[in-house]
T-cell receptor, first 115, second 108 residues
Framework: DTGVSQNPRHKITKRGQNVTFRCDPI?????LYWYRQTLGQGPEFLTYFQNEAQLEKSRLLSDRFSAERPKGSFSTLEIQRTEQGDSAMYLC?????????????FGPGTRLTVT | GQQVMQIPQYQHVQEGEDFTTYCNSS?????IQWYKQRPGGHPVFLIQ?????EVKKQKRLTFQFGEAKKNSSLHITATQTTDVGTYFCAFKGNQFYFGTGTSLTVIP
């Protein structure tokens, strides 16, 4: 499967714990995005990388959230001191620059439950 | 802040009926994308529109970008059960903004 992959698919954690999610984009895609989606809502933008550079970060994003893409390939999203309000589906997407930079391919997501 | 509103939020149709969802913005958009998300699935890119008044077709799906580039619509002709899902519009400003989606149920 050459699509976007995310791990783990599900994560249950206790409030206050740190969690880290991984995203592996489509190999030739240089752009990578993180979103959060809650039930009945559209994906909410969190952050965006072009290669290893983090170019945009949502102003709504708490300081507890951090993302990296150290070698311009896979990315990690870490949430520190999780809160119950962090429970959501975390989606990763990638796209190829050039003619269709906005055509995003989404991964299956990581569902986070904070108890 | 920038956002797009989608209507209706939910739509139930009999199989074979047509379906339309609308996406509206208070500001001019440089582009609009449409995605489909099946129940339990992830969003799948359908199309992007960038030109004023642009109309694109994909089989039974017709996508339109308004002349003022402030609204867009997705029309499905003769719905099938495979059309079930939530349809989102989105646009790229300084970041990506997704609408709240229209959930389509097709009754066989």
């Amino acid at each position: 499967d050459t699509g976007v992959s995310q791990n783990p698919r599900h994560k249950i954690t206790k409030r206050g714990q740190n969690v880290t999610f991984r995203c592996d984009p489509i190999s030739e895609h240089n752009r990578l995005y993180w979103y959060r989606q809650t039930l009945g809502q559209g994906p909410e933008f969190l952050t965006y990388f072009q290669n290893e550079a983090q170019l945009e970060k949502s102003r709504l994003l708490s300081d507890r959230f951090s993302a990296e893409r150290p070698k311009g390939s896979f990315s990690t999203l870490e949430i520190q001191r999780t809160e119950q309000g962090d429970s959501a589906m975390y989606l990763c997407a990638s796209s190829l620059g050039g003619a269709n930079p906005n055509e995003q391919y989404f991964g299956p997501g990581t569902r986070l439950t904070v108890t | 802040g920038q956002q797009v509103m989608q209507i209706p939020q939910y739509q139930h149709v009999q199989e074979g009926e047509d379906f339309t969802t609308y996406c509206n913005s208070s500001t001019t958009l440089s582009n609009i994308q449409w995605y489909k998300q099946r129940p339990g699935g992830h969003p799948v890119f359908l199309i992007q529109l960038v030109k004023s008044g642009e109309v694109k077709k994909q089989k039974r799906l017709t996508f339109q970008f308004g002349e003022a580039k402030k609204n867009s619509s997705l029309h499905i002709t003769a719905t099938q059960t495979t059309d079930v899902g939530t349809y989102f519009c989105a646009f790229k400003g300084n970041q990506f903004y997704f609408g709240t989606g229209t959930s389509l149920t097709v009754i066989p």
